[in-house]
């Protein structure tokens, strides 16, 4: 791992914390921890540098361009380029159960919007064989959507980023103007969190295609993990959780491009609606209720 340089957005708690934590533990010379507010920024390097890890540290607001940009100007000034790119930083719906224009906007903006800001500052300074890992869901399996006019523009093997983009816009006007049809989804609760994250498998494939330079770009479902985005319900450990993404970021075969993986580090076919892989809400419902009555 001589002088690799790794960097995790939004990784002040939760998975992006683990993460850190884990890439120091397999050896990683250089580790960015990322926050967008400062004071818990350093509050998580203090208590890893307490377990005996120095993980470097800089501000990162995944929204602002200006962040994104400040931050690959230092990367670039300190390291000339890196070789570890996790995009974790994401917010969940605020209501699971209700959809909102004004929450569909911010949960879009920092789920998938925010990646094309990170393409276009960061992906000039990966380094050649560099890998990116966007973590993503259950909720971004393309098994979430049944409209199949969308279902086949965003697995057709020539797909955009302009598709995509149309795709998260169809979506917002949708919302917008009151025109959501329920038949177009597998499930109506986190729905902008679900089209967030199916838009960022279908970039991730884009990207893939894209980005050149032997470098690796591969999607991830984490797991039903135990955070503050599922109010502190799920299934696994952030400590668990970040075995998978360190996988792909270290272990798997640099041939493996474009892919989307399980938390149980096996590969599963994105692009085929009739794997069923879609997040079930009433698994989360029922944690949510087994929390409340504990």
Request: a neutral charge; one cysteine or more.
């Amino acid at each position: 791992m001589a002088d690799k340089v790794a960097v995790v957005t939004g990784s002040n708690k939760g998975i992006g914390y683990a993460t850190v934590r884990e890439l120091y533990k397999r050896g990683v010379k250089y580790v960015y921890l990322t926050a967008r507010d400062v004071q818990r920024g350093q509050k998580a390097i203090e208590n890893l540098k307490q377990e005996g890890w120095n993980p470097l540290f800089h501000q990162l607001d995944v929204t602002d361009k200006d962040s994104v940009k400040i931050f690959a100007e230092h990367l670039k000034q300190k390291h000339g380029g890196i070789d570890i790119l996790i995009n974790n930083a994401a917010i969940s719906s605020s209501n699971f159960t209700e959809t909102s224009y004004e929450d569909s906007v911010r949960v879009i903006d920092a789920n998938y919007f925010s990646i094309l800001t990170i393409q276009e500052y960061i992906f000039p300074i990966l380094n050649d064989s560099a890998r990116v890992i966007n973590i993503s869901s259950d909720c971004g399996h393309i098994s979430n959507l049944r409209n199949k006019y969308w279902i086949s523009r965003l697995t057709k093997v020539d797909t955009k980023q302009g598709d995509v983009n149309a795709f998260v816009n169809w979506f917002l006007d949708s919302v917008k103007n009151g025109t959501l049809d329920q038949e177009d989804f597998q499930e109506m609760p986190l729905l902008a969190y679900r089209i967030s994250k199916i838009a960022l498998c279908a970039l991730t494939r884009v990207q893939q295609k894209e980005v050149g330079r032997n470098i690796s770009v591969n999607s991830l479902h984490p797991g039903f993990v135990k955070t503050d985005m599922t109010k502190t319900t799920g299934f696994i450990t952030i400590e668990e959780a970040s075995k998978a993404p360190v996988y792909l970021a270290l272990d798997v075969d640099q041939s493996v491009k474009g892919k989307y993986f399980w938390y149980d580090k096996t590969e599963r076919e994105w692009a085929d609606p009739n794997q069923k892989l879609h997040c079930t809400y009433e698994v989360i419902d029922k944690c949510l209720r087994e929390l409340n009555q504990a």
